[in-house]
DNA sequence: TCATTAAATTGTT
DNA sequence: AACAATTTAATGA
């Protein structure tokens, strides 16, 4: 039985660095800052930490600050299906956080990360009096629906060196997650999880896609050379 | 600061 | 799944 962050987590004020690796912050006015900064709560989680659960009522609007995410969710047969992963910069729940209901999806820590949470009334307030913000939002969940029809696609590929090159393209969004930046901290077996591969089969398509130097494959990480490659993946090469 | 050791991650079978 | 090789992180003088 894997432990409950909000039992046990260590929720502290968040540090100047760490609100400057918040994207929504940067569109708001003075006054709105000012009232959202100081309700922001960060917390660490271990691996296997749950940032939130399905069926729990919301609390917080969450965003990773550092880290990774994972978002999953079980089916009746208690098997658990993995939808996306979160890097650094994604904030995610808005829907949820809309309609006050109750989380929708299981969020686990991959590896020790840094959460942040905005208080739901903080994240109504907010719509209800920054334009900014409302702005964000509908771009947020614009570019989600983008990377959701996207994911299906995914889904339906056959080829391993396909659904690994889409799935990390869509980590390297700089829409949704605007903390990557140029070099994603992911480990080949994290991303296997994610992609549903084993860890050998990513291996071999990031060594291929190394090779079409449109990632470079780093320790611990990955760096983006050329993300419409990543995209369209012309490569593609017949199975 | 440097050298040693342990741990994590990768590459390969 | 197992193993060796490589890289990083941690430790202590």
């Known amino acids: 039985m894997t432990s409950d962050l909000t039992l046990h987590q260590r929720r502290r004020e968040p540090t100047s660095a760490e609100l400057a690796g918040i994207p929504w912050l940067k569109v708001l006015k003075l006054d709105e800052y000012e009232r959202s900064a100081n309700q922001i709560k960060v917390s660490d989680a271990l691996p296997g ?44 729940g808005e829907g949820t956080a809309l309609k006050r209901e109750s989380y929708r999806y299981n969020i ?42 996207a994911a299906r696609e995914i889904d339906r590929m056959h080829n391993p060196d396909l659904r690994v090159a889409r799935s990390l393209a869509a980590l390297f969004n700089p829409v949704l997650f605007p903390g990557v930046g140029d070099v994603l901290r992911i480990t080949q077996q994290e991303l296997a999880y994610l992609v549903g591969l084993s860890r050998q089969r990513v291996n071999e398509a990031l060594t291929a896609l190394e090779a079409q130097r449109t990632i470079q494959v780093e320790y611990g990480g990955l760096r983006i050379l050329d993300l419409p490659a990543l995209r369209s993946n012309a490569f593609a090469r017949v199975a």
């Open 49 to 92: 930490d749950y940032v939130c659960r399905v069926g729990r009522p919301v609390t917080y609007w969450f965003g990773v600050v550092e880290g990774l995410l994972k978002m999953s969710s079980d089916n009746e047969q208690g098997q658990t299906m993995t939808f996306t992963g979160v890097p650094p910069g994604g904030w995610f």
């Open 108 to 149: 686990q820590a991959l590896r020790k990360s840094i959460v942040a949470g905005l208080p739901v009334d903080t994240f109504h307030w907010l719509l209800d009096h920054s334009i900014g913000f409302n702005r964000f939002v509908m771009n947020q969940l614009n570019e989600r629906l983008a990377q959701f029809i």
